[in-house]
């Protein structure tokens, strides 16, 4: 989703004066009459020949406030109207011309204070509820914005930017089907807008609806086909359509979004075009989480079967588990010297210079290896723990984001499921959860496994001696996947691009089988289907 693009501050006239709600033709009170100060009529500051409107200090200090903001020299102009509302507290037009400068100069609660004198002396002022509700946006507290964006909506429903600032609080609160209502409110009163369509196809991507988005994200691209977050949300909509071919190619596109923080920069190294490479050396280095770099390294063989020399700059806490993958020249943490290089590319980039369609998915699997002492020892240490005959089960429920971590209390159904043994393979977060309700739930909690790089390689050891590994979407299903063990993947109600639209298997990983949920947030309804569906597996094991 995209946001309304960044105030750049207050100064000139008719650019961020505009687009902060000051009128441009507004000039110095007492000099003009009040439709020609305030065009829409809301304030009526000065007016009638001989009509005194308030003391000779009043109109200097807030004249002086007015021109400091033309001269973009904000704190002085927030003090000018401080000082003015202390004069006449009664006047709106000081609240709201003091709100909206403390609100571009960050200070929010100050804003959110003067905004709020300045709509009870004059209920119903549009440009106030604006302000007052994208105060609260960008404080994100998107459930203080409704009240302000209804009520403007409501008296002006012309309004082009209370629907999209309503559409985007709604996105805020997990809210995509009235979102979409406020966005296409907003697209009917801005059709070319680019912004607009584009979330309005976020809002419909949020409701687990790609093929519907589509022509919205299209339709932005074509308004605006210079502007990264649309074709890479294009990109996004057709990859969990599985038309991946067409998908990375315009997920290519991330890179140019302001926001991407895994753009790196070699000058003088070409970024590799998927070209020839033989006698050449290509740098690939990660980008975005662990478990993308699990999943993506097996696209370094296809980079050997061209002639390249490979080096892969991986993530630090991931070089010792990569070591054995296939294709690998050189394998470099972060931080370390870099060798030298004729060209690189980002590790999630090679899907799409490597022409990738469902059918020619790089297999193989497993292209990792554990270390064959460290796999003896845990499993040793797992058969200690399990009985004969009983099924070893890993559990992993928490990973790095809420919105894919599953609460260990919905794992309850799964440890009731008679004939097997339940063993944790978190690490880090979510053991305040496993001392909670591990003993309850009868997780078993191996100790002895090391912090950092080496816990990594001892998860990995311990995931290898399971029959079943059940998981939330983290790196460790990925290791497992590659691993080769089967991997009861739990997804949130919107999963991840990567599974696509696949009910319940992904081409990415043939031992992986899917379980999305049925309704948004029903985490304890998905484990309900986990457990039966494990109950089958013991059943299986059993016969």
């Known amino acids: 989703m995209e946001r309304n693009r960044p105030v750049q501050g207050l100064g000139e006239r008719d650019g961020a004066l505009r687009r902060n709600g000051f009128h441009p033709t507004m000039g110095s009170i007492g000099r003009r009459p009040a439709d020609r100060v305030f065009p829409d009529g809301a304030f009526l500051v000065a007016s009638v020949r001989g009509t005194v409107v308030g003391e000779e200090g009043f109109l200097l200090v807030f004249n002086r406030g007015l021109l400091r903001v033309e001269r973009s020299e904000l704190p002085e102009a927030a003090t000018s109207f401080q000082a003015a509302a202390v004069l006449r507290p009664e006047h709106p037009v000081v609240w709201f011309l003091l709100g909206v400068t403390l609100r571009t100069l960050g200070r929010a609660e100050e804003a959110v204070a003067a905004l709020h004198v300045a709509l009870r002396l004059q209920p119903g002022h549009p440009d106030t509820l604006f302000h007052l509700a994208s105060v609260h946006l960008e404080r994100r507290r998107p459930e203080c914005a409704l009240p302000a964006l209804r009520r403007l909506i409501a008296l002006r429903p012309g309004h082009e930017g209370a629907a999209f600032a309503l559409g985007s609080a709604l996105m805020a609160l ?170 690189c590319l980002s590790l999630m980039s090679l899907p799409h210079r490597c022409g990738t369609r469902a059918d020619t998915i790089p297999q193989g699997i497993p292209y990792l290896r554990t270390d064959p002492e460290r796999a003896a020892f845990w499993r040793e240490r797992v058969l200690g723990h399990a009985r004969p005959g009983e099924l070893r089960v890993g559990v992993q429920w928490r990973a790095d984001g809420d919105d894919r971590s599953i609460p260990l209390d919905c794992f309850e159904a799964l440890s009731q499921v008679p004939g097997l043994r339940l063993f944790s393979l978190q690490q880090a977060v979510g053991l305040d959860e496993l001392e909670r309700l591990g003993a309850r739930f009868g997780i078993v909690d191996l100790p002895g496994r090391r912090p950092g790089a080496e816990g990594f390689l001892d998860t990995a050891a311990l995931a290898e001696a399971m029959d079943l590994v059940v998981v939330c979407d983290s790196v460790v299903g990925h290791v497992a996947g590659v691993l080769g063990r089967p991997v009861f993947l739990v997804l949130p109600w919107l999963g991840d691009w990567r599974w696509m639209k696949h009910p319940d298997c992904t081409p990415w990983y043939p031992a992986h089988r899917l379980f999305r949920m049925a309704r948004p947030n029903d985490w304890h309804g998905v484990m309900l289907r986990v457990a039966e569906a494990v109950a089958d597996e013991v059943r299986r094991a059993r016969s």
């Not at 070319?192 to 093929?211: E, H, K, M, T, Y």
């Not at 919205?216 to 909509?237: C, M, T």
């Not at 010792?320 to 690998?328: C, M, S, V």
Request: net charge neutral; hydrophobic share 40%.
């Open 174 to 343: 997990d809210d995509p089907e009235a979102a979409e209502r406020a966005f296409r409110l907003a697209a009917l009163l801005q059709p070319d807008g680019a912004a607009v369509n584009n979330n309005v196809g976020a809002a419909i991507l949020a409701q687990r609806r790609p093929g519907a988005a589509l022509g919205h994200f299209r339709r932005a691209v074509r308004i605006d086909p210079s502007w990264p977050e649309h074709r890479k949300n294009l990109g996004v909509a057709q990859l969990m359509r599985g038309e991946l071919e067409e998908g990375f190619r315009d997920y290519e596109w991330r890179t140019g979004q302001a926001v991407w923080q895994w753009n790196r920069s070699f000058p003088g190294k070409p970024l590799w075009d998927g070209g020839p490479l033989a006698g050449r050396t290509i740098l690939v280095h990660y980008e975005q989480g662990l478990g993308d770099s699990v999943q993506f390294v097996r696209y370094f063989p296809l980079l050997k079967a061209r002639g390249a020399r490979t080096v892969f700059e991986c993530q630090p806490l991931l070089k010792q588990l990569l070591a054995t993958a296939p294709g690998i020249d050189m394998l470099v943490a972060r931080g370390e010297t870099l060798p030298d290089f004729d060209c």
